[in-house]
């Protein structure tokens, strides 16, 4: 079966550390990943796309890299700040249809 | 650009009752828009894909009959929660996607359904 796992349910660091998130896929051949934001009781915002073709994707101070391989995708924040304080989800793009992860909650501590 | 509201943001209801929640796309016209369920601690599930003018396409094990979806023009579809009871309470999210972006969905902010 398909299955979409983000490493942890929550990730606490201190402010200026970097962040690292894990998504980890099976059973899919996914065309391109994407990563969210979402805050409690809001939709999710959209972050970054990565293609399978790409490596690696910067952002201001977000970074994603896709190996398609490992079917894997990590996701940085560098020089974190308690605003990036949120929930953190990949989601795979098959037909149009995204299928998402469950997310990591990310805290960051002043 | 690419704003989606949602009405209303949050609704109580007996159970029993039917609740209709909107999905609007402000500032562009959305080819396609998505209906999300979202319960806590867990990721969102699709329920069902809806282009303007046809019938939605349901994913598996959403019963169509409850779940009426209604996409009436390219700026606006309706989901209706049809007989609610407490286990339909969640959070239900719309996005949309328009043809030059096809590639993103642009998420609305959710609407927060309790059913007593």
């Known amino acids: 079966s398909q299955k979409i796992e983000q490493n942890s349910e929550a990730l606490n660091i201190q402010e200026g550390k970097t962040a690292t998130l894990t998504c980890n896929y099976t059973?899919?051949?996914?065309?391109?990943l994407q990563w969210y934001r979402q805050d409690p009781g809001r939709g999710p915002v959209f972050l970054l796309l990565?293609?399978?073709?790409?490596k690696e994707k910067r952002k201001e101070r977000l970074k994603v890299t896709f190996d398609t391989t490992l079917k894997q995708s990590l996701f940085h924040i560098t020089a974190s700040q308690p605003a990036d304080s949120a929930t953190y989800l990949c989601?795979?793009?098959?037909?149009?249809?995204?299928?998402f992860g469950a997310g990591t909650t990310v805290t960051v501590r002043a | 650009g690419a704003v989606v509201s949602q009405h209303p943001s949050w609704v109580i209801c007996k159970s029993g009752t039917s609740v209709k929640i909107e999905c609007r796309s402000l500032?562009?016209?959305?080819?396609?828009m998505f209906w999300y369920r979202q319960f806590p601690k867990q990721s969102l599930m699709l329920m069902a894909t809806?282009?303007?003018?046809?019938?939605?396409?349901?994913e598996q094990g959403v019963e169509k009959d409850k779940f009426l979806i209604n996409h009436a023009s390219l700026t606006l579809s309706t989901l209706t929660v049809t007989s609610a009871h407490p286990e339909d309470s969640s959070f239900y999210i719309c996005?949309?996607?328009?043809?030059?972006?096809?590639?993103?969905?642009?998420f609305g902010p959710g609407t927060r359904l309790t059913v007593l």
């Open positions: 989601a795979l793009v098959g037909d149009y249809k995204l299928s």
């Open positions: 500032d562009f016209q959305a080819t396609t």
């Open positions: 809806s282009n303007e003018g046809s019938k939605a396409t349901y």
């Open positions: 996005s949309a996607r328009f043809r030059d972006r096809d590639n993103e969905q642009f």
């Open positions: 990565i293609r399978e073709n790409e």
């Open positions: 059973n899919y051949s996914p065309a391109y």
